[in-house]
């Protein structure tokens, strides 16, 4: 009998079960049973993603405002104005993500979370029953996005 100290390994074996172990990239992803996105598409969403957010927060400032002073007088639910200063609060969130989100900092990925949270809260106040269900549908696609891209941040 060999002894199991004296058998060599090919080198090629080592290599292919060095790379298996290396979890995917959306590894967190993948035990759900979902798709990942594309490298590509990730990289791309990591370069730009910074100006959508940039954006989106000021223009959700800029809505928010608008609530403020249009929206309280013609609602009759009485929930406009707790609505505007959650997509406030969730603006403001999202204009200081950008800064950690340029720098590729997991605390911009955080508070993007909290943001989109807060704006959920925020359209699910002052709508009807069909917009929060395509609110709570757009909240799980950005989710989505979003747990693709949590790799790319860092400590």
Avoid at 72 to 94: D, R, Y
Avoid at 105 to 127: D, E, H, P
Wanted: hydrophobic fraction near 55%; aromatic fraction near 8%.
């Amino acid at each position: 009998m060999t002894d199991p100290k004296d058998i060599q390994i090919p080198e090629e074996i080592l290599r292919s079960e060095r790379k298996q172990a290396s979890p995917p990239r959306n590894a967190n992803l993948g035990s759900l049973g979902m798709p990942g996105l594309p490298p590509a598409i990730i990289d791309l969403l990591v370069r730009y993603g910074p100006v959508l957010v940039l954006a989106a927060g000021a223009f959700g400032a800029l809505n928010a405002v608008v609530m403020f002073f249009g929206q309280p007088l013609a609602s009759s639910s009485g929930l406009a104005l707790p609505s505007a200063f959650l997509g406030l609060a969730a603006s403001i969130a999202m204009l200081l993500a950008y800064v950690w989100l340029k720098q590729k900092r997991r605390i911009g990925w955080n508070t993007l979370a909290l943001a989109l949270i807060a704006q959920f809260l925020s359209q699910i106040l002052v709508t009807g029953v069909g917009s929060m269900l395509f609110a709570g549908v757009e909240v799980m696609f950005a989710m989505y996005v979003m747990l693709q891209l949590r790799d790319s941040y860092s400590g």
